[in-house]
């Protein structure tokens, strides 16, 4: 993977559409998470979780993206939470005083148990 | 004491987006190098980002192209960023923190970057002079050295 490359896998568990994401989410790349999410969204998908496990770090262009879906789900009346947001990612979370603005659950199994 | 020589790095991008992973790859590079740790490289490569980020987007509303430079230096135990342009005048430290959403409002998008930039760096300086903005940003931490160079500066 470059450097500064953001990878976006999708799988599935049952109803859940599972989108996990590895690499930097900087300036350059956000517009193309929000664009795959708004995508899934509009397809119809009713549960997206974010797995952030293997995320390095991510600016405030991702929080952006991630507002967006956000907002987006809760008018498709679709769950959209995150998973596995850890260490400096974390941190990054509280400085932006956005760990409050999503749905967190610590690991991808606590989230799949939530959602299923 | 340990002699220690500033490694002075600078480079040149245009101002679009595409071009921003020119710079955060050199910093990376720049700060493995002189024995910046991991944790302090990423905070720098956020900042970085952000800071470039909003100068691309902002600093120039006629458009048209437009050079930044970028110049790292490193000192002991810290590292500097410059950034410089010759776009309008804006200073990010003018930039008030995100205002706290009502109880029950989810934040809007908007004046996070420059927000989570300031808890990251441990200085931010700002200086307009001969029609340019000069953006300095300083990253201090502890207890590392060189890898190629060791503590006599060999």
Not at chain 1, 103 to 115: D, K, P, Q, V, Y
Not at chain 2, 43 to 69: C, F, M, R
Not at chain 2, 116 to 129: F, Q
């Amino acid at each position: 993977m470059a450097s500064n490359s953001l990878n976006i896998a999708e799988s599935r568990a049952g109803m859940i559409c599972i989108v996990a994401l590895a690499g930097r989410i900087d300036s350059t790349n956000a517009e193309q998470l929000m664009t795959r999410l708004n995508s899934l969204l509009s397809s119809g998908e009713k549960a997206i979780l974010v797995d952030f496990s293997e995320v390095i770090y991510l600016t405030s262009a991702a929080f952006r993206a991630l507002l967006v879906a956000t907002d987006e789900a809760e008018r498709n009346t679709a769950r959209f939470v995150l998973c596995s947001v850890l260490g400096q990612v974390r941190e990054l979370f509280e400085m932006g005083g956005l760990l409050d603005a999503f749905t967190i659950h610590g690991s991808r199994e606590e989230a799949l148990t939530r959602l299923g | 004491m340990a002699s220690f020589r500033e490694q002075t790095m600078r480079i040149a991008i245009p101002n679009e987006l595409a071009a921003l992973p020119v710079a955060t790859a050199t910093l990376q590079r720049f700060g493995a190098d002189n024995g910046v740790p991991d944790k302090a490289l990423v905070q720098l490569q956020v900042a970085l980002d952000e800071i470039v980020s909003n100068i691309i987007k902002y600093a120039w509303p006629e458009g048209g192209s437009h050079e930044l430079t970028i110049c790292l230096t490193a000192h002991r135990g810290a590292v500097e960023i410059e950034i410089v342009d010759d776009g309008q005048a804006f200073d990010p430290l003018s930039v008030p923190s995100p205002v706290h959403p009502p109880k029950g409002r989810r934040p809007r998008p908007g004046g996070v970057g420059i927000h989570i930039t300031r808890n990251l760096i441990d200085g931010i300086e700002y200086v307009r002079t001969d029609g340019e903005n000069h953006i300095i940003l300083t990253k201090r931490y502890a207890g590392c050295v060189p890898p190629e160079r060791g503590l006599d500066g060999q």
